[in-house]
């Protein structure tokens, strides 16, 4: 099990991304579904963000589960860092019936796959925060290599750079997709994808139900230096159980 996780680590250092395969139980995975299930049941749609679900149990008994953290705790400590909750973009069903699958397997260069790195998302990135922070997804159904899978371009986040004033430099789009191997992580439900910042990915288009439940980490002596991470309530602290309370913290100031 030790093994298993740092070899999980070390590809995530040499590849910038990984599958944990069965991170959540069948049983746990279950109680999940119904969570999700009855939140877009209730609010009348599939794409929740985290006002939506936190106040969902079912949910919030996700966030920091021990599965995912032994690696998640393992890398960040690796890097000199303690590892620290930052931010739940929320949980959502990405399939769209309406939408045609215009992906042409197995071309995953030039198909319809979305390449991007998240950074460019991120309001203001200081470079210093990027190291140790990953981005972790929950799949609530099976995907396949030409069918709704995450693709990584492996090893793509050691392009990236910084300036000597600690803006990010992305890598050049080009340079990923030609050099990089460009590779389909499928997974089954209750299987993770953790990815470091600046890995490039996209996703096939999905032909049928794609949930997933998204969360990011970083560390903790860098968590001030970014805006935007989640703010967890005491009502939501109260429904995720007391030995993961470590993992989250505020923001010194008041922003
Ligand atoms: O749906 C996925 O597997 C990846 C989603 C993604 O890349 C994102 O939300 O930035
Ligand atoms: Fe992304």
């Known amino acids: ?15 910038g991304a990984i599958v944990i395969p069965d991170a959540v139980s069948k049983a746990e995975l279950a109680v999940i579904e119904r969570g ?10 599939r794409e929740m963000n985290w006002d939506d679900i936190c106040t969902v149990p079912e949910l919030m ?22 590892a620290v909750f930052a ?13 045609p699958d215009k992906y042409e ?7 319809n796959v979305g390449w991007h790195d998240d950074v460019v998302g991120m309001r203001n990135p200081n470079s210093d925060i990027l190291p140790p922070s990953l981005t972790t997804l929950l799949y ?15 090893g793509s986040h050691h392009l990236a750079g910084a300036t000597a004033d600690k803006k990010p430099i992305l890598a050049k789009a080009d340079e990923v997709l030609n050099y990089c191997e460009l590779r389909p992580l499928p997974v089954k439900p209750g299987s993770m994808v953790v990815h ?40 939501t602290l109260a429904l995720i159980p007391e030995d993961r309370h470590k993992y989250f913290m505020a923001y010194s100031q008041v922003r």
């Open 1 to 15: 099990m030790a093994d298993r996780v740092n070899e999980l680590i070390v590809r995530l250092l040499i590849d």
């Open 36 to 45: 999700f299930e009855r939140r877009a049941a209730e609010l009348g749609k």
């Open 196 to 235: 470091r910042s600046h890995e490039w990915h996209g996703v096939v288009p999905p032909k049928q139900r794609r949930r997933l439940m998204l969360q990011t980490f970083t560390g903790r002596a860098v968590y001030d230096m970014q805006v935007g991470h989640t703010q967890v309530s005491d009502e």
């Open 61 to 82: 008994g996700v966030l920091c589960h021990p599965s995912l953290m032994a690696v998640v705790e393992g890398f960040c400590k690796r890097l000199g860092h303690e």
């Open 105 to 111: 397997p197995p071309n995953l260069r030039h198909g």
């Open 87 to 99: 931010n739940c973009a929320g949980a959502r069903d990405v399939f769209d019936p309406k939408q």
């Open 140 to 154: 609530l159904d099976e995907t396949f290599a030409d069918n709704g899978a995450y693709c990584s371009a492996i």
